[in-house]
């Protein structure tokens, strides 16, 4: 299929199926305020440092025994995991089971939660009992958790990368695309909870460090290795700010059109902006190829367009942006923002 350039809104207003296939084994809940509801027992929050001198705020419940010694030991083991700068932001509550799941709303199936409010995870102090979770351990849910509180602090313009993921990792998996086709539900915690590309973030990170524990999520999202580079990225290199891309020239009869050209291969926001001269009359079009995508049609010569760039199975799209004389003549200016 062709990559798409959508409009942000179509790119958001897929039809969706009804029905997640399978119950899952594994099960958490993200909050992007607070968690439902408090742990009253519990001692105070004290910081712990990790092995790379970053300090993680800790609050032990009081039927937890040995609550110090458990507390170092997860804030010990947080520091084995591919971080960044993020982890000394975190703050983490370690409950009983019972505990944790009144915590994070009273669904038994649950075994974490992360209220991205309050930039924290609430996790058991202990294995969830066996069964049908063959391979979900706490460690294992606490590095699921800690890939939500690394989307929270991460950038996925237009999209929030808690519901979404990471860019690097959202846009190599095609997410934008999958929402569009409705294979995907970001942020969905109810029945499509293992079609949130969300979720499926979180997964893979756990993955990264775990990759012998079956597969849950949607197919689609599946990791592999250029998930997991993409994901490293994210950790360690995220993105942060769009690509620019600046033409200036001038317009005439004798000249009436100027563009330029940029390859991308992430998805997200493309801004231009035309600057022109008073009393003249330039348009903007914007193509990937020969074929136009949108244009502008108001009169004057100071112009906007902004668009979704949504590639679906291509790995990269080339765009150009054209500015085209109708009257007048004069200097220009356009600025081109793209997700690089």
Known sequence: MRPLLLAAAAALAAAVPAGAATQPAFRDRVFAGSAPHKLQSAGPETGYRTQDGQVVYVRVSFAVSNGPAVAQQIVNFLGTRLHGLELGRLRVLIGTPAEIQAACGGDERVLACYAAGERRMYIPDRDPSAGSRVGFTRDYAVTHEYGHHIANYRANTPWPALDWGAKYWSSYKFVCAGVDAGRYYPGNQGEHYLDDPGEGFADAYAHLH???????????????AGAFAAIRRDV????SKPALRTLRGTLSGAHTASATSFTTTLDGSVDVRLAGPRGANYDVGVYEGTRLIDRTRAPG??????LTLCRDSSPSVGVRVRVLRRSGSGRFTLTARFPG
Do not use: A, E, K, T
Request: hydrophobic share 30%.
């Open 210 to 224: 775990y990759p012998d524990v079956p597969w849950q999520f949607n197919d689609g999202l599946r990791p592999d």
């Open 236 to 239: 360690l290199s995220p993105w």
């Open 301 to 306: 010569s100071r112009d906007r367009l902004r």
